[in-house]
């Protein structure tokens, strides 16, 4: 089986740090996706990270450890815009396929 | 690049009826197609790998039968819902592999609602 999860929903100020942890227990790991998703349309890709280590994006930052099983996003300078819902997803050998997280709703106040 | 389109965006029909949902890769050909349904605040399920010439390969749960997909060409997949019932109401989304075969690119989602 596979299990990914995340926390199920978040709140930051604006201009605020958060970081949306996602832990996964899966076979045949071939790196990890995060999506942006605003209610009601498609997920929008903010990284992808194969190897053990932080990749950097702008605002975006996602870290990933193969041996922890572990990953997170990190949001910097949050603005009003980035309230919606994140998902962590691995990616399996067999057919490139994605397993999704559970997803994590972000809400940001002013 | 990497556009890929579904149509309708969202359809509503009766019960009992069938409904076919086109995913459609723009400006590349995709041998691989997915097919995923969305509840409200849930995430993503997979229900199907569509390879283009081939079966689709189903996951766990997802009847065969009921959910029919067909990868006709390089750039065209299509999902039909046979017989939907209310409890078929979902966001259907469908995702292209491109062409290196490392990222999903995302159509903007099907809303489907049965009466």
């Known amino acids: 089986g596979q299990n990914i999860d995340q926390p199920t929903e978040m709140t930051a100020t604006e201009g605020a740090i958060v970081q949306i942890n996602c832990t996964y227990q899966?076979?045949?790991?071939?790196?990890l996706f995060w999506y942006q998703q605003h209610a009601g349309e498609a997920p929008t890709f903010l990284s992808y990270?194969?190897?053990?280590g932080l990749e950097e994006k702008g605002r975006f930052s996602s870290f990933l450890s193969r041996s922890k099983g572990y990953s997170y996003l990190l949001l910097k300078e949050l603005q009003m815009k980035d309230s919606a819902s994140y998902l962590c997803a691995v990616k399996k050998t067999s057919f490139q396929k994605l397993v999704f997280g559970t997803g994590t709703r972000l809400l940001v106040s002013p | 690049g990497a556009v890929v389109s579904q149509h309708p965006s969202w359809v509503i029909c009766k019960s009992g009826t069938s409904v076919k949902i086109e995913c459609r890769s723009l400006?590349?050909?995709?041998?691989?197609m997915f097919w995923y349904r969305q509840f409200p605040k849930q995430s993503l399920m997979l229900m199907a790998t569509?390879?283009?010439?081939?079966?689709?390969?189903?996951e766990q749960g997802v009847e065969k039968d009921k959910f029919l997909i067909n990868h006709a060409s390089l750039t065209l997949s299509t999902l039909t819902v046979t017989s939907a019932h209310p409890e078929d109401s979902s966001f259907y989304i469908c995702?292209?592999?491109?062409?290196?075969?490392?990222?999903?690119?995302f159509g903007p989602g099907t809303r489907l609602t049965v009466l």
């Open positions: 990270n194969v190897l053990d």
């Open positions: 569509s390879n283009e010439g081939s079966k689709a390969t189903y």
């Open positions: 995702s292209a592999l491109g062409l290196a075969g490392n990222e999903q690119f």
């Open positions: 400006d590349f050909q995709a041998t691989t």
């Open positions: 899966t076979s045949g790991f071939n790196g």
